[in-house]
């Protein structure tokens, strides 16, 4: 861990994001209901939560729930949003106690109200905690995003708050729910699949990939800190050169 933490410390280093995948294999390669590797899986969250935060990491983007995974049967998609709250009201103390900022991406109107509203209560018992940002993908869908950002840009052009020219990279990335994060340094797939399944398209431009055949329930530290080894040997260019490897 201190070794990891220092090697941070020194590096650009600032935001994990994670695709946690591979929770309904899990359970049925164990005989159980997909609902049984959700809660498995949710409990992964706050143990990852913590030691990104023990070790200085700025953000933790999370993928919990797609625009695309309202298309599961409904018994599955009641028994994740149950989590969500079971989530809150048990780890809640902990975000507080860990000074941990949770933050949102996503349409939370779409959500059931209960949900919402656990949702945001935690939202705002932690918005000014200081420490690690736990940025939750809840019905949240990169195109959706990007779409929604579209609108919003015409909109300010359309009623004159700026200028068409204003329009860059920087004002797109503004306007989504990323707006003050930084971009994600790595993403990393749990679960096997090769594919990024909607999530964070315009801000993974320059992340370092990692897919692991790893099921969600099963990440720990461990496999953690592995990719973090191999991620400070990685040589991140952005388009240039680096001098100082020749190449
Ligand atoms: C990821 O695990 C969690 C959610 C998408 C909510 P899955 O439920 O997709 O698990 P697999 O991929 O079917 O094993
Ligand atoms: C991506 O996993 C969404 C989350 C982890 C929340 P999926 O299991 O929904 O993705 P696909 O269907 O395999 O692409
Ligand atoms: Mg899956």
Same mark, same amino acid.
């Given at each position: /861990?201190e070794?990891?933490?220092?090697l941070?410390?020194?590096?650009?280093?600032?935001?994990?994001?994670?695709? /946690?995948?591979?929770?309904?294999?899990?359970?049925?390669?164990?005989?159980?209901?997909?609902?049984?590797?959700h @809660?498995?899986?949710?409990?992964?969250?706050?143990?990852?939560?913590?030691?990104c935060?023990?070790?200085?990491?700025?953000? #933790?983007?999370?993928?919990?729930?797609?625009?695309?995974?309202?298309?599961?049967?409904?018994?599955?998609? =009641?028994?994740?949003?149950? !989590?969500?709250?079971?989530? =809150?009201?048990? %780890? #809640? $103390?902990?975000?507080?106690?860990?000074?941990? @900022?949770?933050?949102?991406?996503?349409?939370?109107?779409? #959500?059931?109200?209960?949900?919402? *509203?656990?949702?945001?209560?935690?939202? *705002? *018992?932690?918005?000014?905690?200081?420490?690690? &940002?736990?940025n939750?993908? !809840?019905?949240?869908g990169?195109?959706? %995003?990007i779409s929604?950002? +579209?609108?919003? #840009?015409?909109f300010?052009v359309?009623?004159?708050?700026?200028?068409?020219? $204003?329009?860059? %990279?920087?004002?797109?990335?503004k306007?989504?729910?990323?707006?003050d994060l930084?971009?994600?340094?790595?993403l990393?797939?749990?679960?096997?699949e @090769?594919?990024?399944?909607?999530? /964070?398209l315009?801000?993974?431009?320059?992340?370092?990939?990692? +897919?692991?055949?790893?099921?969600?329930?099963?990440?720990? +530290?461990?496999e953690?800190?592995?990719?973090?080894?191999d991620?400070f040997?990685?040589d991140?260019? +952005?388009?240039? &050169?680096?001098?100082?490897k020749g190449?």
């Amino acid at each position: /861990m201190e070794d990891l933490k220092e090697l941070i410390s020194n590096s650009s280093l600032k935001h994990i994001a994670m695709i /946690m995948d591979g929770n309904g294999r899990w359970a049925t390669k164990r005989g159980e209901d997909r609902s049984y590797g959700h @809660k498995f899986g949710s409990e992964r969250v706050i143990e990852i939560a913590q030691i990104c935060s023990d070790l200085g990491i700025k953000v #933790l983007s999370l993928y919990a729930f797609s625009t695309e995974n309202w298309k599961r049967p409904e018994k599955e998609v =009641i028994s994740i949003f149950n !989590l969500l709250n079971k989530f =809150i009201s048990r %780890e #809640l $103390d902990t975000m507080i106690e860990k000074n941990i @900022k949770l933050s949102i991406m996503g349409d939370l109107s779409q #959500l059931p109200l209960i949900n919402r *509203k656990a949702v945001e209560h935690a939202l *705002k *018992k932690t918005s000014s905690n200081t420490g690690l &940002i736990l940025n939750i993908g !809840l019905n949240y869908g990169s195109r959706a %995003e990007i779409s929604t950002a +579209f609108k919003r #840009l015409y909109f300010d052009v359309r009623d004159g708050k700026i200028d068409i020219e $204003d329009i860059d %990279e920087k004002a797109i990335s503004k306007t989504l729910y990323t707006a003050d994060l930084p971009d994600p340094d790595i993403l990393i797939r749990t679960g096997g699949e @090769k594919r990024v399944s909607n999530f /964070m398209l315009y801000q993974i431009a320059y992340s370092e990939f990692y +897919f692991i055949d790893t099921l969600w329930p099963d990440f720990d +530290f461990a496999e953690l800190s592995k990719i973090l080894k191999d991620f400070f040997k990685r040589d991140r260019r +952005f388009g240039g &050169i680096n001098a100082n490897k020749g190449s």
